[in-house]
Each structure stands twice: as C-alpha cells, then as structure tokens.
C-alpha cells in the first residue's frame, strides 16, 4: 500500500509540473513527439545537420526530428504547396528568401509572434532590416535562419600580380573589365573579366536597383524595367558580353559551368551568393587565393544596397498544434546565437544575431575567414526583399527577358517592353 501511495504522488507531483510547465508556456512541449524538417541542404551539409539535431536532443529529449531532404529551394516550393493541398504538411521548413511575401499572401505560414511573446524570444536580435525579410503585414511569419547575399567571387593571387582592383561603381566596370579580361590570338576570350548568374535574377538585380531601376514599384504598382535606366543597364551588359568581356551563366547546369571556369582559371570573377564562401576557398585552394568584394554600387557613387538572400524556417500553418510546438522550439534553437555561428563557420552564411558580434568567438571565426569581413562589415546595406506577392514570378519574367538579350542577341528595347507588359498584366490582376 505504501509503494502504491508513493506512485500515486509522484505522478500528482508530475501531473502538476506538467500543468505549471504548460501554464507558463502555452507551448510547451509535454510529451514525446516525432516532426518531419523538410530542407534543402545538400549532402555535404549532412554532419552539420546532424551535429544541429544532436545539440537539439540533448535540451529537447521530447522531440525526435526526422530530417528530409527535398531539393532545390524551387523543389521546396512545389512539395510544400502540394503538400498544403493534400492537408499533409511538414512541421518545419526552409524556404528561400524570396517566397515569404507570396506565402504570407496566402496565409501559408503559422504567426509566430504568439509563439515569441510566449517564450521572450529576442527576435530583435536580428535587426530590422533581416525581421522585415521574414514578416508579411507587421506580423512574424518566418525567422532567418542561414542569411547571404550577393557578391563577387574574384581571384586574389591574379589581382595581386597584375593590379587589378575590384569595381567599387556600375562606371568602374568597363575599366576592370578590359584589365580582368585576356583574349586569345584569334580573339576569342581566353580569361573572363567576370561571369554573371544569369540563371537566378538575383546576382544581377542590384547592378539595376542600384541604378535607380525597380522591377517593381510597390507605391505605383508599376515596373519600369524598360525605362531608361534600365535600358542603359542591358545595353552597357549586352556590350560586355559582345566584346567577351563577360560571360553570362543561363540554362541547365549554368551554376556548376561558372563555378568550375573560374576555379579552372578562365575567368577573373564571377557573380554570386556569399553562402558559398567556403566551397569557393576550398575548390581553388591548391591553385590561387580566392578574394570576395561587395558589388559594384550606382553610377552615383551613393548607392551601395545589396539583398538579403539564403534562407528562413517557416512552420506550416496546416500542421497540427502539437507540430507547432515542437517546430517552434526546433526553430528557436536553429536560429540560437550559437547555431547561427556555428553555420557561418561551417559554411559560408554570415552571422545574423547582432549579439554574436564582437564575442571572442567571433573575432577567432573572422580571423580564419578574412574574405568575410567585407561583406560583414556592410551588413547594414542588406536590404529586404521586394514584399510584393508577385515579385518572384515578375522578375523571373524579367531574367528570361535578359538571356534572351544577352544570350540570344534579341534587342534590348523591344525585348524588355514585351516582358515589362507581362508584368504590367501581372500586376493588374492582383
């Protein structure tokens, strides 16, 4: 009877923890649970997932995250909307970002700011520019999770020898480009001054909205990539390609061809995201000392903008209460100061959490990636994405409208009136 007595009051003594645990936070986690983290971090990102899973297990026993693999962040996209239609969603995703806007659009996203009120979570850490990227009307519907944003790649060892320097403006091209470029006798281009991503919109985009140009103008609900700024932007492009300065990446396999021409020496620079620091240091590490530069700002000398890019987690707002919870505490952790770090150290996203800064661990994990100061140092230049819903598909419009200048010699004018009245009718019928 006494040992009988002594379990009952135990589990009374248990049953109110419990109760207080969920008193004090509406969204505790109180029994075991399995969620599914859909991602789309690549293979050789697994140990790095898995080391993030571990550390979560040991503060969060409760929760067993079962970690699937989709694809590209447009893979993402596609499973995630079937899957809200099929009432079949995952607890937690990532997702570029770029797609927050169009989600919160369509109330795809669980508000997280209940969520954060609950568990005094330090969201401002992030700063207001990386908060904005991941709201929708003033509410939280994502939270950043592994930030880039654009930058040029360029050979520091060749830079050095021949007195290169990178462009700090849109004018200083022409003159980096004639140095960066060498030709072979029949003139064909032997060494690209740089190469752009032309198959994502977002590693040009700024050379435009650094010049004034908005694909689209969210006060006017209005494009003007075909005005005049706009206009002198593709043409100053085109002539680069033309002449073989420049070569622009676009069509299937785009990305792997610009990255390996570069590594194998033929191309001075090339255009593309920061998170991908490492992988360029590492692949010509045996060859020639890799330097990474801030994009070229305005023609005025005055705008020097870039974006943010990489990627949130989300939670689906389809997904069940108790998936909620647990992916809540899964996206606190994912997003923790000392996560945040250990990403940027081990891939090549930059710091986000402003309390990260100016820590000892900080200034030992700049020390070994120099090449990041740079980029961290103007960090305060990253701007939110456009907020328009129909952003993405507008500007996608807009990148096929370039490569058919630039790759397939269509004229820039006619061109770019075609695809600024698709968006045109775009935006009319939103």
């Known amino acids: 009877m006494k040992k009988l007595l002594a379990t009952l009051l135990m589990l009374t003594m248990l049953l109110g923890m419990t109760l207080a645990v969920a008193q004090e936070d509406p969204y505790a986690v109180t029994e075991p649970i399995t969620i599914q983290f859909w991602h789309t971090h690549e293979e050789k990102f697994a140990e790095n997932l898995q080391y993030m899973f571990d550390r979560f297990k040991e503060v969060q026993p409760l929760i067993t995250v079962e970690p699937i693999y989709v694809g590209s962040y447009s893979d993402m996209n596609e ?57 929708y009307n003033g509410e939280q519907i994502a939270l950043p999770y592994l930030i880039s944003t654009q930058v040029m790649y360029y050979n520091q060892s060749v830079a050095e020898a021949e ?16 140095k960066a470029t060498l030709f072979n006798e029949d003139g064909t281009t032997k060494r690209w001054g740089t190469i752009f991503g032309g198959w994502d919109y977002w590693y040009t985009e700024m050379l435009y909205m650094n010049n004034g140009v908005k694909v689209i103008d969210n006060e006017t609900n209005t494009t003007d990539i075909n005005g005049e700024a706009a206009v002198k932007v593709t043409e100053k492009l085109k002539e680069w390609v033309d002449k073989g300065y420049a070569y622009y990446a676009y069509g299937t396999g785009a990305s792997s061809t610009m990255r390996q021409t570069f590594w194998d020496g033929n191309a001075f620079s090339v255009f593309h995201t920061s998170s991908l620091y490492d992988t360029y240091v590492e692949s010509a590490a045996d060859k020639f000392e890799v330097g990474m530069a801030w994009l070229p700002g305005g023609s005025d000398g005055e705008s020097f903008k870039s974006e943010v890019g990489g990627a949130v987690v989300l939670i689906p707002a389809k997904a069940s209460q108790a998936q909620k919870n647990a992916a809540w505490k899964l996206m606190e952790f994912m997003t923790s100061p000392e996560i945040n770090l250990y990403w940027a150290d081990k891939t090549g996203y930059f710091p986000t959490r402003q309390s990260v800064m100016g820590t000892p661990e900080y200034e030992e994990y700049l020390s070994r990636k120099p090449a990041m100061q740079s980029v961290v140092s103007m960090s305060s ?5 456009n907020q328009s819903p129909v952003y993405n598909t507008s500007a996608n419009l807009w ?30 019928d939103q």
Do not use: W
């Open 381 to 385: 230049q990253i701007n939110p994405r």
């Open 79 to 135: 499973k995630l909307i079937s899957a809200i239609a099929a009432n079949e969603v995952p607890a937690i995703v990532t997702s570029n970002t770029s797609y927050p806007a169009a989600y919160g659009e369509s109330g795809i996203c669980e508000i997280l700011d209940p969520y954060i009120a609950a568990s005094n979570y330090p969201a401002a850490d992030f700063g207001e520019g990386l908060l904005a990227s991941t709201s």
């Open 163 to 178: 007195g290169i320097e990178m462009p700090k403006t849109f004018d200083q091209m022409d003159a980096f480009l004639e």
């Open 399 to 428: 990148r096929d409208a370039l490569a058919k200048i630039l790759v397939e010699g269509a004229p820039v004018q006619e061109t770019l009136d075609q695809a600024a009245l698709e968006i045109t009718e775009i935006l009319e």
